[in-house]
């Protein structure tokens, strides 16, 4: 399968503990992204990488949330101290060259704080 | 103000008919993508469609066709042939060009429930 992986699928985690997930992008792609989406909602972004370098971070990424992208490879997005505001998923996906810059998403890592 | 409007939170259609999804944009940019996202209950965000703001012919990719209205800045989905795997929910998104990361802004979507 070449398309955006992101594991784990499914976290419930203890308010106040940390959490991380990983991306791995589809191969020849250099944007990355984050998004956030709750129950009922469309996705919002959170931050987007061009190759390793993070460009543009949204205000919804408080300093719990913490992206990388060593390499201009995999991404990480980890949250410190959740809270059960925290809970959602998370998507990530990833953009090349090709018509329109499409950007592909990953099956999503959903988040339960309790 | 939204940028992407939904105004359909759910919409049914009989299997095997067409079905018109609503999808409002606003932007002051001249160059802009308009896309089209299908997400099961399994939760990934699945590409159908894209237009482009300058492309003169409306979109389409084998059952899904994108009624591109510049001047009144809609981009609805139209569906033909309803099956029963294409309930979901479907979102619509922008992408504009003067946004350096290329980032999408999304509706909040639409569910499609098709009954047999």
Known sequence: DTGVSQNPRHKITKRGQNVTFRCDPISEHNRLYWYRQTLGQGPEFLTYFQNEAQLEKSRLLSDRFSAERPKGSFSTLEIQRTEQGDSAMYLCASSGPGRGNTIYFGEGSWLTVV | ?116
């Open chain 2, 1 to 116: 103000a939204q940028k992407i409007t939904q105004t359909q939170p759910g919409m049914f259609v009989q299997e095997k008919e067409a079905v018109t999804l609503d999808c409002t944009y606003d932007t002051s940019d001249p160059s802009y993508g308009l896309f089209w996202y299908k997400q099961p209950s399994s939760g990934e965000m699945i590409f159908l469609i894209y237009q482009g703001s300058y492309d003169q012919q409306n979109a389409t990719e084998g059952r899904y066709s994108l009624n591109f209205q510049k001047a009144r800045k809609s981009a609805n989905l139209v569906i033909s042939a309803s099956q029963l795997g294409d309930s979901a929910m479907y979102f619509c998104a922008m992408r504009e060009a003067s946004n350096a990361g290329n980032m999408l802004t999304f509706g909040g979507g639409t569910r499609l429930m098709v009954k047999p």
